[in-house]
T-cell receptor, first 112, second 112 residues
Framework: AQTVTQSQPEMSVQEAETVTLSCTYD???????LFWYKQPPSRQMILVIR????KQQNATENRFSVNFQKAAKSFSLKISDSQLGDAAMYFC?????????WGAGTKLIIKP | DTGVSQDPRHKITKRGQNVTFRCDPI?????LYWYRQTLGQGPEFLTY????????KSRLLSDRFSAERPKGSFSTLEIQRTEQGDSAMYLC??????????FGEGSRLTVL
């Protein structure tokens, strides 16, 4: 069965600095998708970035980028120039069929 | 259409009572998903619909849980004979085919 592990329950970063959130997954599939979602307090989950496993190039979305290491089954999220509005729970998720498999989340705290 | 809406946002009930949650997806989305999220955890898949057909149900979905999407638009999730372990946030999400999932703000259930 596929699993997703986020080993950092909480991370903190100074405003304007860079932070990296870790995610590892386990699968025997070769074709799948990986996602990072953001869940601000009392707000809905929103997609931050997605990566197709067949693409070697790491996905980027403005200040958000990933380091996708397929052989190591690692999918970390880098947030550059952290802003107060980045404070949220961040979830890593995996999909090969129609289901999303989620990690337990990392709480990101931004220090002003 | 402003996004996925869920109702009610909060529900407090006594053990043994029945509760029903409603989800209105984005209008052009044919897929609708239900997830359950407990504090400090990622969402857990419950079930999903493509149009009005319920295509997959998690083993987490006991006989006390039932979901419908009668006309392929809104969906309801009913929990019968609620138990304290049912206390959680119930999230609804919709997508067009296997595209990006858009989430509602969730319905928080507290069973006393």
């Amino acid at each position: 069965a596929q699993t997703v592990t986020q080993s950092q329950p909480e991370m903190s970063v100074q405003e304007a600095e860079t932070v990296t959130l870790s995610c590892t997954y386990d699968t025997s599939e070769s074709d799948y998708y990986l996602f990072w979602y953001k869940q601000p307090p009392s707000r809905q989950m929103i997609l931050v970035i997605r990566q197709e496993a067949y693409k070697q190039q790491n996905a980027t979305e403005n200040r958000f980028s990933v380091n996708f290491q397929k052989a190591a089954k690692s999918f970390s999220l880098k947030i550059s120039d952290s802003q107060l509005g980045d404070a949220a729970m961040y979830f890593c998720a995996y999909r090969s069929t129609d289901q999303l498999i989620w990690g337990a989340g990392t709480k990101l705290i931004i220090k002003p | 259409d402003t996004g996925v809406s869920q109702d009610p946002r909060h529900k407090i009930t006594k053990r043994g009572q029945n509760v029903t949650f409603r989800c209105d997806p984005i209008s052009e989305h044919n897929r609708l998903y239900w997830y359950r999220q407990t504090l400090g955890q990622g969402p857990e898949f419950l079930t999903y619909f493509q149009n009005e057909a319920q295509l997959e149900k998690s083993r987490l979905l006991s006989d006390r849980f039932s979901a419908e999407r009668p006309k392929g638009s809104f969906s309801t999730l009913e929990i019968q004979r609620t138990e304290q372990g049912d206390s959680a946030m119930y999230l609804c999400a919709s997508s067009f085919q296997d595209g990006e999932l858009f989430f509602g703000e969730g319905s928080r259930l507290t069973v006393l």
